[in-house]
């Protein structure tokens, strides 16, 4: 087996346990809060967006620095920090006695995690230009196994031991995606060829030259911008609904015993069917053209927004879900191939770096949105706000991302004969 093969079958395994350990304990944070003695659900989901927002700012922060040292001195390494860092964070919060211990916790721990830009930036720079879409899509099918199982298994360990040893279960699961990455993840060390010096450098050229050798004139790049702005409102829109989903569960069907599992179950069949489709699309998307495919799942998950705010049962939300799932697996995969492409390869870390900032920001700035409507108007229009955002983000794909079909669909390449 090639060596990025290889590197792509042990990263996939690693990502699919981290993805298990992170959405293990997720989903349940909004009744920990509750448990802890937050007194009514409306300020848990003012606790709970703090929570994601926290983490999401102090990541946003981080990243760029992250990406930029993933650059000079190795991804594999910003790959081991982050997990560990997951794995010591997740068991701390484990032992927080308050709503503030925790989210300290948290904000720290986005400081120094991000597993999934880590591993998407390893694979981006590992993998040939040729295979990048089917690459990122069986990565991120990895992503969303790891998802859609994490709840179920999190939601059973919480209705049966108590939503704060999820907590210890989760951190477990990182130490042995930490491990393996150390134990079996290899990085081909590339050599920077040496850049001439200027016999003469003014202040004024000096500054010029930064820009043009820098991350700077990457990420200025139309397209780099516009993806990244993609990917920034598809985190936004997801984040909207990440503080009210599980407590609008609740206002469905009341409290009873088996609640952490039946939420469990609706947060996991999106991931699930995404798992089944990101593959394919990616695949797909390597033949027919990766903005075609990523136009139309965005368009798509706008779509079945829509009837989720209409639903009166966890069961039709799980079938309305999985239907969004589809289509949200063709939309990290082909943005980040269009992103990667867009992309030198010695700056990719950066302009990855820079990316998760943006997503990270978005992160931050949702569950706001997502608690303010839902505080304002219903937990239900919380659906429609995230509907129309990925309204917005289909046009801006649509309207300003500019690929040339030499450079979006890239051949195969033909074996030489001798």
């Excluded at 069961?315 to 992103?339: D, E, H, K």
Aim: hydrophobic share 50%; net charge positive.
């Amino acid at each position: 087996m090639s060596h990025w093969k290889r590197n792509l079958a042990v990263l996939c395994f690693v990502q699919l346990v981290t993805m298990i350990g992170f959405s293990g304990f997720h989903p349940f944070v909004a009744y920990y809060l509750l448990e802890m003695g937050v007194p009514t659900p409306a300020e848990a989901a003012t606790w709970m967006a703090i929570f994601n927002s926290g983490a999401a700012v102090s990541m946003m922060v981080a990243s760029p620095i992250w990406g930029t040292l993933a650059d000079k001195h190795g991804r594999r390494m910003m790959l081991i920090r982050a997990t560990v860092a997951g794995c010591l964070f997740t068991f701390l919060m484990g032992l927080a006695r308050s709503p503030e211990m925790l989210i300290g916790l948290r904000v720290v721990q986005g400081l120094f995690s991000g597993t999934v830009v880590a591993a998407i930036t390893l694979v981006a720079t590992e993998t040939p230009e040729q295979y990048l879409g089917r690459s990122l899509g069986v990565m991120q099918t990895a992503q969303f196994v790891g998802q859609s199982i994490g709840p179920l298994i999190g939601g059973l360990a919480a209705d049966a031991l108590g939503y704060r040893n999820v907590f210890f279960v989760s951190s477990s699961l990182l130490l042995t995606s930490a491990l393996t990455t150390v134990v079996f993840v290899k990085e081909t060390k590339r050599v920077k060829p040496e850049e001439p010096k200027p016999v003469v450098a003014t202040r004024e050229a000096r500054g010029r030259g930064l820009l043009r050798g820098g991350a700077l004139v990457a990420i200025a790049n139309r397209n780099t911008m516009f993806l990244v702005l993609t990917l920034a409102g598809n985190s936004f829109a997801i984040a909207v609904l990440s503080p009210i989903l599980s407590l609008y569960i609740k206002e469905l069907i009341g409290d009873v015993p088996n609640l952490a599992t039946i939420a469990g179950t609706v947060m996991s069949v999106a991931a699930f069917s995404s798992s089944l489709s990101a593959v394919a699309l990616g695949r797909w998307a390597d033949k027919v053209g990766q903005k075609k495919i990523l136009v139309a799942c965005v368009i798509g998950v706008a779509c079945v927004h829509v009837p989720q705010s209409m639903v009166t049962h966890p069961n039709q939300l799980i079938v309305l879900r999985s239907l969004q799932g589809l289509f949200m697996g063709g939309i990290m995969p082909t943005a980040n191939a269009l992103l990667a492409r867009a992309t030198d390869i010695s700056r990719r870390g950066a302009v990855f770096g820079f990316s998760n900032s943006a997503q990270a920001g978005g992160r931050a700035l949702g569950p706001a949105m997502g608690a303010a409507v839902a505080n304002t108007l219903g937990m239900s229009s919380a659906f429609l706000v995230t509907g129309g955002i990925f309204g917005v983000m289909s046009l801006l794909v649509g309207l300003f991302v500019r690929v040339d079909a030499e450079q979006e669909i890239v051949e195969e390449p033909v074996p030489a004969t001798t």
